[in-house]
Structures are given as structure tokens and as C-alpha cells.
T-cell receptor
Framework: QKEVEQNSGPLSVPEGAIASLNCTYSDRGSQSFFWYRQYSGKSPELIMFIYSNGDKEDGRFTAQLNKASQYVSLLIRDSQPSDSATYLCAVKAGAGSYQLTFGKGTKLSVIP | DAGVTQSPTHLIKTRGQHVTLRCSPISGHKSVSWYQQVLGQGPQFIFQYYEKEERGRGNFPDRFSARQFPNYSSELNVNALLLGDSALYLC???????????FGQGTRLTVV
């Protein structure tokens, strides 16, 4: 059973701080990793993806991947109240795999 | 560019009825996946279709079926609805089956 684990939160950070969201996965053969943001009552929105070990930066977002530790994280710098949402970590296995396995999500609240 | 479009956005059905949900992928995308998301959980994979062929099936009963049409749009069918089928049904579009997936706005199904 492939599993993706996230701390459900809520994670509360003050406006302007760095929010750190973490995710672990059980399938060592996983190759692709995604972060989705989901506002209440809305559908998931893709914000970052990472395929290689290390860091990947896009604006205020940084995704970090450590395949040896089976760990992926998302950092949000200069957090804004509009970042308040549930963040879903999703993992796809190796070549030929089409299925995303999601964690339950971490609810982030950015306090003004 | 139009994103992934799903119809209807909301639906109320009675136990035992049948439902058909529809999805049009992003123009140029050849793969469509279906996910079910119940409140408080991450999306669960139901099906993936690529070039009109089923490429993956999640752990859902045979009451769930899907197909993809020559124009790459897709339908998800659910027979003999149960109360537990109440959920947000999400369609995701990707260029190839293994690349990044983008979600539509979802169909909120309520079974009473």
C-alpha cells in the first residue's frame, strides 16, 4: 500500500513568516512529486512539482526533495493571508505510472 | 486558454440512481484522470485514460466506469449510487499520462 503522510495541522504562521510544509512517502520507487493548493470548497491547484533531489524555487515557493529520506517539503516565504489553504502533497511512481497518490493535506493559516 | 472543464458543477441524486459526470481536458492534452475527494481527505484515484485507453484503475467497485472519446473528453459513470458516493469528483488533464496534472473545478455529488 503506497502511502503519503502529511501533518494535518492546522499550521498557523504570522504574515511575512516562512511556512514549512512536510510530506513523507512510502514507495521508494516514486519519481515525481507535486504540491497542490486547495482553497475551501475549490479544486486543487498545482503550484510546484519536483523530480530531482535538491531544491526547486518558483517565486515565494521552494520545493525540497530528499529521495534517500523519502521526504519532500514546501517552503512558502513571506507568507500572506491569501496563502491560507490546504496544501496537498502528491506522489507518482516510476515510468509508466499514471496514478497520483495524495496525502490528506496540511491546513495552513496565515495570521495577519 | 480554457482550463479543464467539468459538468455539472453540482448534482443531487437519490440512492440507487445512476450518474454521468463529464470532463473536457485542456486543449492538446491527451490524458484524463478521475479522482474522488471526500471531506477532509486527499483525492483518491479512480481511473486514468490516455489516448482513449484505460491506463490505470484505482480501488473502486465495478459500479464506477469511465471512457474517453476521440476528442479526448471523458465521462465517469457511477451506477447504483450509495450515500457514501457523496463527494467532490475531480477530473485532471495532462499532456501525457505521466506529466503534470491540472484539475477542473470538480463536480459536487450529493446522494440522498
Amino acid at each position: 500500500q503506497k502511502e503519503v503522510e502529511q501533518n494535518s495541522g492546522p499550521l498557523s504562521v504570522p504574515e511575512g513568516a516562512i511556512a514549512s510544509l512536510n510530506c513523507t512517502y512510502s514507495d521508494r520507487g516514486s519519481q515525481s512529486f507535486f504540491w497542490y493548493r486547495q482553497y475551501s470548497g475549490k479544486s486543487p491547484e498545482l503550484i510546484m512539482f519536483i523530480y530531482s533531489n535538491g531544491d526547486k524555487e518558483d517565486g515565494r515557493f521552494t520545493a525540497q526533495l530528499n529521495k534517500a529520506s523519502q521526504y519532500v517539503s514546501l517552503l512558502i516565504r513571506d507568507s500572506q493571508p491569501s496563502d491560507s489553504a490546504t496544501y496537498l502533497c502528491a506522489v507518482k511512481a516510476g515510468a509508466g505510472s499514471y496514478q497520483l497518490t495524495f496525502g490528506k493535506g496540511t491546513k495552513l493559516s496565515v495570521i495577519p | 486558454d480554457a482550463g479543464v472543464t467539468q459538468s455539472p458543477t453540482h448534482l443531487i441524486k437519490t440512492r440507487g440512481q445512476h450518474v454521468t459526470l463529464r470532463c473536457s481536458p485542456i486543449s492538446g492534452h491527451k490524458s484524463v484522470s478521475w479522482y474522488q475527494q471526500v471531506l477532509g481527505q486527499g483525492p483518491q484515484f479512480i481511473f486514468q485514460y490516455y489516448e482513449k485507453e484505460e491506463r490505470g484503475r484505482g480501488n473502486f467497485p465495478d459500479r464506477f466506469s469511465a471512457r474517453q472519446f476521440p476528442n479526448y473528453s471523458s465521462e465517469l459513470n457511477v451506477n447504483a449510487l450509495l450515500l457514501g458516493d457523496s463527494a467532490l469528483y475531480l477530473c485532471a488533464s495532462s499532456f501525457l499520462g505521466e506529466t503534470e496534472a491540472f484539475f477542473g473545478q470538480g463536480t459536487r455529488l450529493t446522494v440522498v
